[in-house]
């Protein structure tokens, strides 16, 4: 029954509107994922921190390893999107 509410709740977010969780399971589902949502963003935040202050002492092979790790995530990315 609560997968249920989950995946009611994660479809009303995606914009499906339809859902016939109860009030207090929406409510639980919903302050779950914002806090999964905010701990995501602050590992991102913490990590770019992280990686411009490590930037300036990089030796030139760990800058070229990173630029080539960063366009290929790119391009990753540009094929999934469409």
Do not use: C, D, W
């Not at 914009?15 to 302050?31: D, Q, R």
């Not at 935040?45 to 930037?55: D, M, N, S």
């Not at 002492?57 to 760990?62: A, F, G, L, Q």
Request: aromatic share 8%; glycine share 6%; proline share 5%.
């Amino acid at each position: 029954m609560s997968l249920q509410n989950l995946a009611n709740v994660t479809s009303q977010i995606a914009g499906i509107f339809h859902f016939n969780a109860s009030p207090i399971a929406t409510a639980l589902i919903i302050i779950g994922l914002t806090i999964i949502f905010m701990a995501l963003v602050g590992a991102i935040i913490y990590g770019l921190i992280k990686a411009f202050k490590e930037l300036p002492n990089m030796p030139v092979s760990r800058f070229i390893i990173l630029m080539l790790v960063l366009a290929i995530f790119m391009i990753i990315v540009g094929i999934l999107i469409p």
